[in-house]
Protein backbone atom coordinates (compact mmCIF):
# COMPACT_ATOMS: atom_id res chain seq x y z
CA UNK A 1 0.00 0.00 0.00
CA UNK A 2 1.42 3.66 -1.13
CA UNK A 3 0.25 5.22 2.91
CA UNK A 4 -1.59 8.30 3.20
CA UNK A 5 -1.10 10.47 0.14
CA UNK A 6 -1.46 14.42 0.64
CA UNK A 7 -1.41 16.89 -2.05
CA UNK A 8 -0.07 19.28 -2.59
CA UNK A 9 3.26 18.87 0.06
CA UNK A 10 4.01 22.47 -0.56
CA UNK A 11 1.58 25.54 -1.24
CA UNK A 12 2.66 28.87 -1.17
CA UNK A 13 -0.73 31.61 -1.61
CA UNK A 14 -1.58 34.99 -0.61
CA UNK A 15 -3.61 36.08 2.05
CA UNK A 16 -7.20 36.31 0.49
CA UNK A 17 -6.82 32.91 -1.63
CA UNK A 18 -8.67 30.12 -1.98
CA UNK A 19 -6.11 26.65 -0.76
CA UNK A 20 -7.62 23.22 -0.97
CA UNK A 21 -5.55 20.44 0.47
CA UNK A 22 -6.43 16.47 -0.39
CA UNK A 23 -5.79 13.84 1.06
CA UNK A 24 -6.57 10.28 0.31
CA UNK A 25 -6.48 7.81 3.00
CA UNK A 26 -5.32 4.10 3.20
CA UNK A 27 -7.81 1.38 1.42
CA UNK A 28 -10.02 -0.33 4.24
CA UNK A 29 -9.51 2.43 6.88
CA UNK A 30 -12.69 3.90 8.26
CA UNK A 31 -11.40 6.89 10.18
CA UNK A 32 -9.68 10.07 8.49
CA UNK A 33 -8.50 12.55 10.30
CA UNK A 34 -6.76 16.34 9.76
CA UNK A 35 -4.40 17.83 11.95
CA UNK A 36 -2.60 21.16 11.66
CA UNK A 37 0.74 21.22 12.96
CA UNK A 38 2.83 24.79 14.14
CA UNK A 39 5.46 25.48 16.27
CA UNK A 40 3.92 27.50 18.84
CA UNK A 41 0.67 24.65 19.46
CA UNK A 42 1.94 21.91 18.05
CA UNK A 43 -0.41 18.98 16.61
CA UNK A 44 -4.24 20.11 16.92
CA UNK A 45 -7.22 17.93 15.68
CA UNK A 46 -9.00 20.01 12.99
CA UNK A 47 -11.82 17.17 12.64
CA UNK A 48 -12.18 13.58 11.94
CA UNK A 49 -14.78 11.61 9.51
CA UNK A 50 -15.86 7.70 10.26
CA UNK A 51 -17.27 6.55 7.55
CA UNK A 52 -17.40 9.74 5.16
CA UNK A 53 -19.03 11.34 8.05
CA UNK A 54 -17.64 14.30 9.48
CA UNK A 55 -17.83 13.22 13.64
CA UNK A 56 -16.10 15.78 15.34
CA UNK A 57 -15.23 19.60 13.92
CA UNK A 58 -14.51 20.97 17.24
CA UNK A 59 -11.20 21.85 16.33
CA UNK A 60 -12.10 23.56 13.13
CA UNK A 61 -10.76 27.03 14.01
CA UNK A 62 -13.16 28.97 12.16
CA UNK A 63 -15.99 29.35 9.58
CA UNK A 64 -12.58 29.75 6.90
CA UNK A 65 -12.69 26.09 7.57
CA UNK A 66 -14.04 22.99 5.82
CA UNK A 67 -13.62 19.63 5.29
CA UNK A 68 -15.83 17.13 2.76
CA UNK A 69 -15.31 13.66 2.42
CA UNK A 70 -17.19 12.59 -0.53
CA UNK A 71 -16.22 8.91 -0.58
CA UNK A 72 -14.03 6.65 1.23
CA UNK A 73 -11.02 7.33 -0.88
CA UNK A 74 -10.63 11.22 -0.39
CA UNK A 75 -10.81 14.22 1.14
CA UNK A 76 -10.34 17.98 1.22
CA UNK A 77 -9.90 20.59 3.78
CA UNK A 78 -10.57 24.19 2.14
CA UNK A 79 -9.72 27.12 3.55
CA UNK A 80 -11.09 30.25 2.34
CA UNK A 81 -10.45 33.38 2.61
CA UNK A 82 -6.31 32.45 3.94
CA UNK A 83 -4.70 34.47 6.37
CA UNK A 84 -0.68 34.15 7.49
CA UNK A 85 -2.32 32.80 10.67
CA UNK A 86 -3.02 29.37 8.59
CA UNK A 87 0.65 28.81 7.68
CA UNK A 88 1.20 25.81 9.46
CA UNK A 89 1.78 22.03 7.99
CA UNK A 90 -1.54 20.07 7.96
CA UNK A 91 -1.32 16.53 8.22
CA UNK A 92 -4.00 13.92 6.95
CA UNK A 93 -4.24 10.58 9.05
CA UNK A 94 -6.51 7.38 8.60
CA UNK A 95 -6.89 4.40 10.59
CA UNK A 96 -9.01 1.14 10.86
CA UNK A 97 -10.94 0.93 13.91
CA UNK A 98 -9.26 1.57 17.05
CA UNK A 99 -5.81 0.27 15.65
CA UNK A 100 -2.39 2.81 14.85
CA UNK A 101 -3.34 6.01 13.10
CA UNK A 102 -1.05 6.33 9.56
CA UNK A 103 -0.28 10.20 8.74
CA UNK A 104 0.53 11.33 5.60
CA UNK A 105 3.84 13.19 4.43
CA UNK A 106 1.61 16.59 5.23
CA UNK A 107 1.13 19.65 3.41
CA UNK A 108 3.22 22.62 4.35
CA UNK A 109 1.33 25.83 3.43
CA UNK A 110 2.66 29.15 3.76
CA UNK A 111 0.09 32.13 3.51
CA UNK A 112 1.84 35.37 2.39
CA UNK B 1 -2.50 20.99 34.22
CA UNK B 2 -2.28 19.44 30.77
CA UNK B 3 -4.05 15.96 30.45
CA UNK B 4 0.24 14.66 29.06
CA UNK B 5 2.90 16.01 29.81
CA UNK B 6 6.07 14.83 28.40
CA UNK B 7 9.61 14.91 29.76
CA UNK B 8 12.69 16.22 29.33
CA UNK B 9 11.42 18.65 26.64
CA UNK B 10 14.60 18.71 24.89
CA UNK B 11 17.73 16.18 25.51
CA UNK B 12 20.85 15.88 23.73
CA UNK B 13 22.91 12.51 23.71
CA UNK B 14 26.37 11.04 22.63
CA UNK B 15 25.84 8.29 20.45
CA UNK B 16 25.38 5.00 21.86
CA UNK B 17 24.19 6.12 25.16
CA UNK B 18 20.69 5.18 26.88
CA UNK B 19 17.69 7.22 26.45
CA UNK B 20 14.58 7.57 28.30
CA UNK B 21 11.98 10.07 27.20
CA UNK B 22 8.63 9.80 29.63
CA UNK B 23 5.14 10.63 29.41
CA UNK B 24 2.56 10.80 32.34
CA UNK B 25 -1.26 11.96 31.96
CA UNK B 26 -4.26 12.43 33.76
CA UNK B 27 -7.17 10.79 32.30
CA UNK B 28 -8.30 7.44 31.50
CA UNK B 29 -7.31 6.30 27.75
CA UNK B 30 -7.82 3.19 26.09
CA UNK B 31 -4.32 2.92 24.31
CA UNK B 32 -1.16 5.27 24.88
CA UNK B 33 0.88 5.79 21.72
CA UNK B 34 4.46 6.57 20.59
CA UNK B 35 5.12 8.75 17.33
CA UNK B 36 8.61 10.13 15.86
CA UNK B 37 8.87 12.78 13.55
CA UNK B 38 11.99 13.67 11.79
CA UNK B 39 12.73 17.45 11.39
CA UNK B 40 10.63 18.54 7.94
CA UNK B 41 9.39 15.26 7.79
CA UNK B 42 6.11 13.06 8.32
CA UNK B 43 4.90 11.37 11.64
CA UNK B 44 5.66 7.81 12.05
CA UNK B 45 3.44 5.58 14.69
CA UNK B 46 6.09 3.74 16.70
CA UNK B 47 4.32 2.32 19.38
CA UNK B 48 0.36 1.37 20.56
CA UNK B 49 0.07 0.15 23.83
CA UNK B 50 -2.74 -0.54 26.62
CA UNK B 51 -0.54 -2.48 28.68
CA UNK B 52 3.02 -4.08 29.32
CA UNK B 53 5.48 -3.26 27.33
CA UNK B 54 6.56 -3.64 23.42
CA UNK B 55 10.05 -3.96 21.92
CA UNK B 56 11.07 -2.91 18.16
CA UNK B 57 14.77 -3.22 17.40
CA UNK B 58 16.58 -0.86 19.40
CA UNK B 59 12.90 0.81 20.73
CA UNK B 60 11.32 -0.30 24.02
CA UNK B 61 8.09 1.28 25.22
CA UNK B 62 6.70 0.69 28.73
CA UNK B 63 3.06 1.63 30.39
CA UNK B 64 2.35 1.66 33.72
CA UNK B 65 -1.80 2.02 33.90
CA UNK B 66 -2.07 2.17 37.58
CA UNK B 67 0.30 5.10 37.76
CA UNK B 68 -0.73 6.55 34.31
CA UNK B 69 3.00 6.34 33.03
CA UNK B 70 4.87 5.78 30.35
CA UNK B 71 8.58 5.34 29.10
CA UNK B 72 9.94 5.11 25.67
CA UNK B 73 13.76 4.01 25.75
CA UNK B 74 16.29 4.04 22.74
CA UNK B 75 19.19 1.00 23.52
CA UNK B 76 22.37 1.93 21.63
CA UNK B 77 21.16 5.46 20.28
CA UNK B 78 22.53 6.33 16.89
CA UNK B 79 22.68 9.75 15.12
CA UNK B 80 19.76 8.80 12.97
CA UNK B 81 16.89 8.41 16.36
CA UNK B 82 17.33 12.20 16.46
CA UNK B 83 14.03 13.71 16.13
CA UNK B 84 10.57 14.56 18.15
CA UNK B 85 8.98 11.88 20.26
CA UNK B 86 5.52 12.13 20.74
CA UNK B 87 3.28 10.57 23.19
CA UNK B 88 -0.23 10.47 22.38
CA UNK B 89 -3.26 9.25 24.25
CA UNK B 90 -6.23 7.97 22.59
CA UNK B 91 -9.97 7.46 24.44
CA UNK B 92 -12.95 6.02 23.23
CA UNK B 93 -13.62 8.83 21.11
CA UNK B 94 -11.23 7.85 18.70
CA UNK B 95 -9.33 11.51 19.03
CA UNK B 96 -5.85 11.68 20.02
CA UNK B 97 -4.68 13.99 22.74
CA UNK B 98 -0.88 14.49 22.09
CA UNK B 99 1.77 15.60 24.48
CA UNK B 100 4.55 18.70 23.19
CA UNK B 101 7.27 16.37 22.42
CA UNK B 102 10.65 15.47 23.50
CA UNK B 103 13.42 17.04 21.00
CA UNK B 104 15.84 14.09 20.68
CA UNK B 105 19.52 15.14 19.02
CA UNK B 106 22.06 12.45 19.10
CA UNK B 107 25.35 13.53 18.76
CA UNK B 108 28.27 10.96 16.95
Known amino acids: DAGVIQSPRHEVTEMGQEVTLRCKPI?????LFWYRQTMMRGLELLIY????????DSGMPEDRFSAKMPNASFSTLKIQPSEPRDSAVYFCASRYRQETQYFGPGTRLLVL | KNEVEQSPQNLTAQEGEFITINCSYSVGISALHWLQQHPGGGIVSLFM???GKKKHGRLIATINIQEKHSSLHITASHPRDSAVYIC??????????FGTGTRLKVLA
Open chain 2, 49 to 51: LSS
Open chain 1, 49 to 56: FNNNVPID
Open chain 1, 27 to 31: SGHDY
Open chain 2, 88 to 97: ALSSGTYKYI
